[in-house]
Structure formats: structure tokens, C-alpha cells
């Protein structure tokens, strides 16, 4: 089962988890990662700390790519499309700039505490 692996201290970063646990097509195991084995899914705890991942038989994917990869495990057309989308070169990193702009505030969105605010 892919597992989404995230900051479990950072309140944003577990409800958006939590939305796609609960309305993803395919099942998804959620994983905050001060709470998981990231030896077992190919991570450190270093790279955990830095942005969100999605591991799956196909590899793992972090940040913005991560979530690319989300749409395209949905399996239907419309998020495959979505995901294609994502990975084309403007597009692409137009995702990783705004994937950055989200990690850097998310302290100051809905459900963002300051215990969600990464170092400078």
C-alpha cells in the first residue's frame, strides 16, 4: 500500500494527510514520520523533516512530485491527467515553486501552528 509520509508536529501538514487518507481512490497508509521505521520505507530522518513523501512499489517521490504522484495512483483519467500535467517541464517547476511557497507558510495556514514553521 503507498504510504504518505509527513510532518506529524505540523497541524496543516496532518489534515491535508488526513484529506487524502480519507478521499484518495486508491488506499493510502498516512505516516507521520517521527512515528515510523524510515529505515524500512528508504528515508532519513533528514529528508523526512525537509518535505512530504509518498512511497510506492514504483519508488519515492517527494514534495511536489509526491503529489503528482498522488493524481496519478488515482487511476482515472481526469487525475492521471492531472499528474501528466505536473510533470511537464513549466509545469513542473511552477508545482515545485508553489509545493516550497506551501511548506515555507504553512505555520500560517488553516490548521498551521507555530510548531509548523520550518527553520530559515
Not at 521505521?37 to 523526512?48: I, K, S, V, Y
Request: a neutral charge.
Amino acid at each position: 500500500m503507498p504510504t504518505l509520509v509527513f510532518d506529524g508536529d505540523c497541524g496543516f501538514c496532518t489534515s491535508v494527510a488526513r484529506h487524502f487518507e480519507k478521499r484518495s481512490f486508491t488506499p493510502i497508509e498516512i505516516a507521520a514520520w517521527q512515528l515510523t521505521d524510515l529505515a524500512a520505507l528508504g528515508l532519513t530522518p533528514e529528508q523526512a523533516s525537509e518535505q512530504v513523501y509518498l512511497v510506492t512499489i514504483d519508488g519515492v517521490f517527494g514534495g511536489a512530485e509526491c503529489f503528482a504522484e498522488l493524481m496519478r495512483i488515482q487511476g482515472d483519467p481526469f487525475h492521471r491527467l492531472i499528474a501528466w500535467g505536473m510533470r511537464l517541464p513549466g509545469i513542473r517547476r511552477l508545482s515545485e515553486w508553489g509545493y516550497r511557497q506551501v511548506a515555507h507558510n504553512r505555520h500560517r495556514l488553516p490548521g498551521g501552528t507555530p510548531a509548523c514553521e520550518l527553520p530559515r
